[in-house]
Structures are given as C-alpha cells and as structure tokens.
C-alpha cells in the first residue's frame, strides 16, 4: 500500500511529459528485456539439447557394439572426458560389481534404472573438476548403461549468450528512455504549446494569441492536432464573444448618454419648478416620464441582448397561427393608422414550434413595430404565414412573412440591419434605438430559426422567419 500511495503521489507531482517517457521507456525497456531473457533460455536448451542428442547416440552406438558384456567401463577416456564418451555398465545388484572402482559415480537411482524401476535420465556431474553432462538408460539384463562426457562447452557457450543478451538488453533499456524523451517531446509539443497560449491568455486576456498547426490534410491529422485546432476555433469564438461585449458596453454607453444627460437636464428644470409656469412645468414633467420609459426600455433590451438563450422551464409548444393573430391584434391596437393584414396559408395553420411564447410574441412585435414605423401614411403592414414543402415530413419549415411599402433596404445597409444599434441614415430621426431588429434575430437565433431582410418586390422591406415544424401533418404535442 506505501508503495502504491508513492507511485501515486509521483504521477501526481509530475508533468505529463515526464510521466509519458516513463511510461514509453519502461514499455520498450520490458520488451527488450523480455525478448533477451527469451533468447537466453532458447540459446540454452538448443546447447543442452545438442549435448543430450550427442550423448543418446553414444549410447546406442555402445549398445550396438557391447551388449553381451558384462558390468565394466566399456569405452571412453574417463580421467579428461575427451571423445569419444566415457561409457560404464552398472548392474542392479551391487553385489555384481567389478572389483575396480567405477569412474562414473553410481547412486540408487542408477541400481533403478537397471533393475527397470525406473525411466533413463539426464543428469549433470563434476569428475576430475571438470563439469560433465551424464546419461543413464537401461542396458538389458539388469543392467544400466552410463554416458558422461564433458560440458564445459556447453557452459561457457551459455555464459557468453548471457553477457552478450545482457548486453544488448542494456542497450534496448537506453535506447528505449531515449525513445521515451523523443515520443513525449515530439508527441506533445502541440499539447505544450497549447497550454503556453493558454497560460499566456489567461496572463493578458488577450484572445487574439493562436497555436501554430502542422501543414498537410486535414485528414491526416492526428487527435492532438484536432485538439489545437479546436482550441484555435474556441479562441476564435472567444475573440468575438469579447469584442461583442465591449462593442455593446461601447454602444450602450454611447447611447445612454443623450437620454441621461436629457433626463438630467429635466430633473434639474423641474428642481427650480418655482420659476416655471404651469405650460413649461407640464412640458418638462411629460419630457421626463417620456425619456424615463425610453431609458427603461433601452435597458429592458439590453438585458435581453444579454442573454442569449432562452429560459428552458417556460418552453412548450407554439401555435404560430395564434401567435401571428395575436401579435397583429396588438400591433393594430399600438399603430392605429397603419393598416395590418394577415394571411395564412391553410396548410400552416396548425404548425406548431418549441419555444417560450413571450419571447416570440417580441420577435413579431419588433418585426411589426420596425415595419410600422418605416410605412408610409395608408399603406398597409402585409403579414403572411405559409408552409414551405408537403407538409408531412419532418424538417418541413414555416415561413412567417413580415412586408411594409416603406423605403426599403439601401445596399450599403443591408449587411448591418440586424446589428444592435445599428440605423441607417432614414432612421436616425424616427424613434427608436436600434436594438429591436437586432432582437429579432437573437430570439430566432435561439429558436432553431432563420431572419433574412430584403428589399420587397415594387419596394418596401420583406422580413422572412423561417421555423421548421416539428410535428408536420398539423399533429401537436402539448
């Protein structure tokens, strides 16, 4: 457990380039070693084989030619072990015994070879100082057949396999650290300069910093380069996400600034209200409450500019038929000398879309307000609601129309209509702030929708809101 706790608290405290070339030398370290410690004990049982083979053919080769003879050394010289083999045959019986002493030593295991007690064997002696390799078989007629001959050969062949795997297993376990520092140095050089851009943001806040990616396909790329390159799209989304908030401090401030300082002029009037007449006391009291609802409403829309996803709990299912009466009902009721019409097409009557029905209601009242507004004396605001495809199958969109007869769309404003505070040059005397269309699209941002803006065919401005109905077939899940 101690020691398990401290490989623990090693890995913990150390980097994970360090722990990578552990990692990799100690895998290619256990292969080499694995495959010498392999090789040495093949190299030693082909050697002792050999050996073994040597002596079985001796034996036979002494059967063959004394197997009539009765127990005595047979053949061989047994003082040196030279070739050919010393060869001896033992009876079972000690009793059977030549008087001259053997040179091979005898033991009860080679009394059960002769009597058939037992199988033939190999064993490994010392005689005359000098290591011997011995074969005991049985030789017929209770007697045992013994081969020795020497195998200091054999051993030292076995000693200079282990020195020399020895060797080459210390030179796979340098190589294999020197590869293990390579792997992780070039393997997570990517990860390294990831994480220096990422210290360096969050040491300037500037998002602007990239990591330099490898040139080639991008299907070549490996799962550290993707990551880089993700990383480098989050920064990218980052960037814009910061310059975002500081345009719309920027903005804010900017047009904050005229109905404060209004609104600060008119509190300071209505403090010396002692000096004003009764026309000029009404004047700038219905100045005041005329701006406060201004500013109210500027920061109403910049909270909801603020945020940019929609409250999940108050999601359900909008009818956008009802949704589009209702907003046309009010609209009427706000603009009462603009006229209003609404059509819908049959087969979009009953779409239906998930979404918070409030903030929907604002996206058609923007809409409506901003066509309103830019419409000519008479001229009507045409609203339309109609199904684009058969209507029965999934991914079938419904196509919210909002059309004024107004000046239309100049080329040169058309990229920047939606932009938050952004007017065109007609605008800049008609009220508003120029945040309501730049609400529109936020709010069909975040319901899966799409708002484009442009110019009406025989003039004016056409908005299209684009849902995809979730339920074709006019079937509802409420």
């Known amino acids: 457990m101690t020691g398990t706790r401290g490989m623990a608290r090693w890995r913990r405290h150390r980097p994970l380039r360090t722990r990578l070339a552990v990692a990799a030398s100690a895998a290619v370290a256990l292969v080499a070693v694995g495959v010498c410690a392999a090789a040495f004990f093949v190299i030693r049982y082909e050697l002792v084989h050999q050996l073994d083979l040597h002596l079985t053919q001796s034996a036979t080769l002494v059967k063959q030619q004394h197997r009539g003879e009765s127990p005595q050394v047979v053949a061989g010289e047994c003082v040196f072990l030279s070739a050919p083999a010393c060869s001896q045959i033992v009876p079972a019986d000690p009793a059977a015994d030549p008087r001259e002493p053997y040179p091979l030593p005898v ?7 002769a009597a058939g007690d037992r199988p033939a064997y190999f064993s490994n002696i ?15 007629g209770g007697r045992a057949l013994q081969v020795a001959v020497r195998s200091d050969t054999v051993e030292q062949g076995v000693r200079q396999a282990a020195w020399l795997l020895a060797g080459v297993g210390g030179t796979g376990v340098l190589l294999a650290a020197l590869l293990g520092y390579w792997v992780s140095r070039t393997g997570l050089a990517p990860v390294a300069r990831l994480t220096a851009t990422a210290e360096r943001i969050a040491a300037t806040r500037d998002a602007r910093h990239r990591i330099e990616l490898p040139a080639g396909p991008e299907h070549r790329q490996d799962e550290v380069t993707r990551l880089a390159t993700a990383f480098n799209t989050m920064l990218g989304e980052l960037e814009q996400s910061v310059a975002a908030q500081r345009r719309l401090v920027a903005d804010a401030s900017h047009e904050l600034r005229t109905p404060l300082t209004a609104l600060r002029t008119n509190a300071d009037l209505l403090a010396r209200a002692d000096r004003l007449t009764d026309a000029q006391r009404d004047r700038a009291s219905g100045a ?5 609802r201004e500013v109210t409403q500027l920061v109403n829309d910049l909270i909801e500019l603020a945020r940019d996803e929609e409250p999940l709990p108050l999601v359900e299912d909008v009818g956008l038929a009802d949704l589009a009466g209702h907003a046309v009902r009010a609209a009427r009721g706000h603009w009462p000398d603009v006229p209003f019409t609404l059509t819908t097409d049959p087969a979009a009557a009953p779409a239906h879309v998930p979404g918070v029905p409030a903030r929907l209601s604002r996206l058609l009242t923007n809409l409506l307000d901003n066509a309103a507004k830019f419409s000519p004396p008479g001229a009507p605001v045409e609203v339309a609601l109609t199904r684009l495809g058969s209507g029965s199958r999934p991914g079938d969109s419904v196509e919210l129309t909002v059309r004024d ?11 920047y209509v939606f932009d938050r505070f952004y007017r065109a040059d007609s605008a800049r005397a008609l009220p508003g702030s120029g945040l309501g269309l730049a609400m529109a699209r936020q709010i069909a941002h975040a319901h899966g929708a ?21 339920h074709p077939g006019g079937t509802s899940q409420r």
């Open 450 to 470: 799409t708002i484009t803006a442009e110019p009406a065919p025989g003039g004016g401005a056409l908005f299209r809101v684009s849902f995809q109905d979730p």
């Open 405 to 415: 007869h107004g000046p239309g769309i100049a080329p040169q404003d058309a990229p």
């Open 288 to 292: 005041l409450q005329r701006q406060l």
């Open 126 to 140: 010392t005689l005359s100082g000098h290591p011997a390799r011995m074969f005991t078989s049985g030789f017929g």
């Open 107 to 113: 033991a009860g295991p080679v009394r059960e070879v």
